[in-house]
């Protein structure tokens, strides 16, 4: 029977030794287990239209998911102490939420294990991506702990095969498997890659400290399909985006959370070519031709990073 199990988070998950020689922030692994670690990344959205409700509850989305380089640490470690199908998770870094049930990572050991009849894993993530920012973080997770365990025990799943399993454990899952910028339409499970034109463009990406769930998130959303087609818009240069690229998360939650609003106006007046609110929020980023002294509020989490 697979089973889950935790220890304190912030513990060492492994026995202790040397450094690890890729990352020293992590545990070294006992001698006889075979490690790999992988460096979850987040994701911005450019536009994010709510185009309709599904009779699943779900809402059918168009926007275009764009991959960044703020990312998270996971490593996964084949257990010879632990029975078949056992996984065990520990985390450092931001908390991660423990509601007593299997978080995403060890959703995707799950699923494989299903499927394969896994060895026990040991899983531990450096949390360092907000959570509730809009940036993806525990999709990337999940989706990359899929992606080691298939590396790890040689498994032989197609991309395709793990883009139908990420998409079980949650919609931005599937994005990860790719990671490179796609058209994403559905509930977020159907992808198309799509050409823009960022090459040599910087991002500021700042985390207000106000985490969004997604239920706040689409309770001020009345779906509607716009007259532009989203890839119309990325598709042209930046420059064009400001008046027509959208995300329609922002005029309820600009008002309710008049700071996000405000940032949003600050990277324009810093010289942002674009800006906007990434997902169902909080993370607010601007697009810059080049790397600027930009003031962000004492307290906030931000990056910047080349695209």
């Known amino acids: 029977m697979p089973a889950v199990q935790r220890t304190t988070p912030g513990q060492p998950h492994l026995t202790p030794g040397q450094p690890h020689k890729t990352h020293p922030e992590l545990p070294a692994p006992a001698p006889y287990l075979r490690p790999m670690i992988a460096y979850p990344n987040a994701k911005v959205n450019l536009g994010l239209n709510i185009l309709s409700r599904r009779p699943d509850g779900y809402h059918d989305i168009e926007s275009v998911f764009v991959p960044v380089q703020w ?5 996964v470690v084949e257990d010879a102490e632990n029975a078949k199908g056992t996984v065990t ?21 799950l699923l494989l294990h299903q499927r394969h009849g896994l060895p026990a894993v040991r899983i531990h993530l450096h949390k360092l991506v907000p959570i509730g920012a809009g940036l993806g973080g525990g999709s990337a997770d999940a989706a990359f702990t899929l992606r080691l365990i298939d590396r790890i025990f040689a498994l032989g799943e197609t991309d395709a095969q793990l883009e139908h ?7 931005d899952c599937p994005f990860f498997i790719r990671n490179t910028p796609q058209l994403v339409t559905g509930r977020g499970e159907t992808m198309r890659p799509v050409h823009l034109h960022l090459a040599g463009m910087h991002i500021l990406l700042i985390h207000p400290n106000i985490h969004i769930g997604t239920a706040e998130a689409y309770s001020g959303v009345t779906p509607k399909v716009p007259s532009t087609p989203l890839q119309r818009i990325v598709e042209q240069p930046v420059e064009h985006w400001r ?21 949003k106006a600050q990277l324009y007046a810093a010289g ?6 990434t997902g169902s929020g909080s993370s607010v980023y601007g697009l810059f031709a080049e790397r600027k002294d930009v003031p962000v509020p004492e307290g906030m989490q931000h990056r910047w990073m080349e695209l």
């Open 71 to 75: 990312r998270d640490m996971l490593e």
């Open 272 to 277: 942002a070519v674009y800006a906007s609110m």
């Open 89 to 109: 998770f520990t985390s450092t870094g931001i908390a991660v939420p423990d509601d007593g049930k299997a978080n995403l990572c060890e959703r995707a050991y």
């Open 165 to 171: 399993l990420a998409a079980q454990l949650g919609s």
């Open 243 to 263: 008046d027509a690229l959208h995300n329609d998360f922002e005029d309820s939650l600009f008002r309710r959370h008049p700071l996000l609003g405000r940032l």
